[in-house]
């Protein structure tokens, strides 16, 4: 075998800076041509795969006796099981789709391609998350640990309908940052290994801080307004503002700073280094 044929083998190096760049608007070409049906029904599973981590993390912060600190942090990590699904098995993330600002720059997706899969995944994002909120609510998942998961859900919700504006417009920004990092490592891993391990801390990171993600929230809010509807939190701060129009407050908030963190803060970014021409 020639040192030539030897370099030509597959390797189970992670990809370079560069490299990610390259494969992230290769891929974002594809994601843009995708028929409608398949990127919607994607998008519904990576709502899901988000609102199981979500899941995840309500029913860990559901036990009261851990200290804030270690809250914090291993909720975090549990919640990464919901980009460990979207990375590993396949689906289409709206957040994560803000990367696709590299292939856009490139003149490779026009905004026609653009914003049809940002629109169509945001909506199949939401459908899937409502649900699996429908599927908990169901199941009674609400009920454990003495209904106190249900109180839970509600204080996870009202927490994120009483900032300002601003403050949800920038948590939103930080947020996408975070998520699109994990997802560039995840494009540079090569094994199943490589993209868990690389998440877990830009992930884990945001969750902690109390970062504002688009999709999650596709799932805390709702399921909270239900929780508050049924009697439950009652006498918690912003419990009452849980209804379409707080909802929609958010979401609208959150998902403008998603873009701006993800597509112009991340995407555009490493596209200026990596790809464009001086």
């Known amino acids: 075998m020639t040192v030539r ?56 912060l559901s036990d009261t006796a851990l200290s804030w600190g270690p809250q914090r942090v291993v909720g975090g990590l549990v919640f990464c099981l919901g980009l460990v699904l979207v990375l590993v098995c396949g689906a289409e993330l709206f957040t994560g789709n803000s990367l696709m600002a590299c292939a856009f720059a490139s003149n490779k997706i026009d905004v026609r391609g653009l914003l049809r899969n940002w629109v169509v995944v945001w909506l199949g994002n939401f459908a899937g998350a409502l ?38 417009f920038f948590r939103g920004v930080l947020c996408n940052v975070f998520v699109c990092l994990a997802v560039w490592i995840g494009f540079a891993g090569k094994t199943v290994t ?30 909270g307004a239900v ?24 979401l609208f908030l959150v998902t403008l700073g998603n873009i701006v963190g993800g597509a112009i803060l991340v995407a555009l970014a490493y596209w200026f280094v990596y790809h464009k021409q001086q």
């Open 5 to 60: 044929d030897s370099k030509e083998l597959p390797t189970t190096e992670c990809l370079a800076p560069a490299q990610i760049e390259a494969k992230v608007e290769v891929v974002a070409v594809t994601k843009a041509a995708m028929p409608l049906g398949k990127m919607f029904v994607l998008a519904m599973l990576a709502g899901a795969f988000i609102a199981f981590g979500g899941l995840y993390f309500t029913v860990f």
């Open 131 to 168: 649900i699996v909120a429908a599927l908990v609510y169901f199941a009674g998942i609400y009920k454990l640990n003495g209904e106190e998961v249900a109180n839970t859900m509600v204080s996870i919700a009202a927490g994120k309908v009483t900032p300002d504006p601003s403050t949800l």
């Open 194 to 223: 490589d993209k868990v391990v690389g998440i877990l801390l830009p992930i884990s990171g945001f969750v902690a801080c109390g970062f504002e993600h688009c999709v999650a929230n596709m799932y805390f809010l709702p399921i």
């Open 227 to 250: 929780m508050a509807a049924g009697g439950y939190g009652a006498d918690i701060t912003g419990a009452v503002s849980l209804n379409v129009v707080g909802i929609a407050y958010n």
